[in-house]
């Protein structure tokens, strides 16, 4: 029978993590829980941006973000993993920032210059993670996984070279703004 210090070390604290493998499955998890948490948090990105190519570009990304999820799902049941049960506080920040963009009341054009800001953040932190996932995979001998985990990666580095691209024509905008309908969208 576990003492009382042990069952609460065992309802407060994480599992030890003892190898690279329970590393890359945790990692997994919490890119799972970034994911699902975009796949909420894209819709009213998409509602808040002026630009129609921007605009675009969000819905575009939230169907592609549905994907990445899957991916990690089937990734992770593979693995024999649980998929959620992880909450990336990461995330959660940076979609906080982006959500006060939103709210912010600024002219349109600056307001999807922030967007674009905000959401060049969160695809730099899914590059970082989806870069750790492939290499550790890549050190497992998971090739399959890797490739997996590289099409997504792929994918993350072509959204934030658009968002590069459309900053550098809707950055000009937001430097003479129109006085026109905030709420026009
Ligand atoms: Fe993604
Ligand atoms: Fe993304």
């Not at 829980?33 to 819905?59: C, H, N, R, V």
Request: hydrophobic share 40%; aromatic share 4%.
């Amino acid at each position: 029978m576990p003492t009382v210090f042990e069952s609460i070390k065992h309802t407060f604290m994480p599992a030890k993590i003892t190898n690279l493998t329970e590393l890359f499955v945790e990692q997994l998890q919490d890119l799972y829980s970034a994911e699902t948490q975009l796949i909420d948090a894209l819709p009213l990105m998409a509602k808040a941006a002026y630009a129609k190519p921007l605009k675009d570009g969000f819905k575009m990304h939230l169907a592609q973000t549905k994907e990445h999820a899957k991916r990690l799902e089937r990734i992770l049941k593979g693995l024999k993993a649980e998929v959620g049960g992880k909450t990336c506080r990461a995330m959660q920040g940076l979609i906080k920032e982006g959500n006060e963009m939103i709210g912010e009341d600024a002219l349109p054009e600056v307001k999807d210059a922030g967007l674009i800001a905000a959401a060049q953040r969160v695809e730099h932190y899914e590059i970082a993670g989806y870069g750790t996932v492939k290499t550790f995979a890549t050190l497992m001998g998971e090739r399959e996984i890797a490739a997996t985990l590289g099409k997504t990666l792929k994918e993350e580095s072509d959204t934030d070279k658009k968002l590069t691209a459309a900053a550098k024509t809707l950055n000009i905008k937001a430097l003479m703004p129109s006085k026109g309908d905030k709420a026009k969208k």
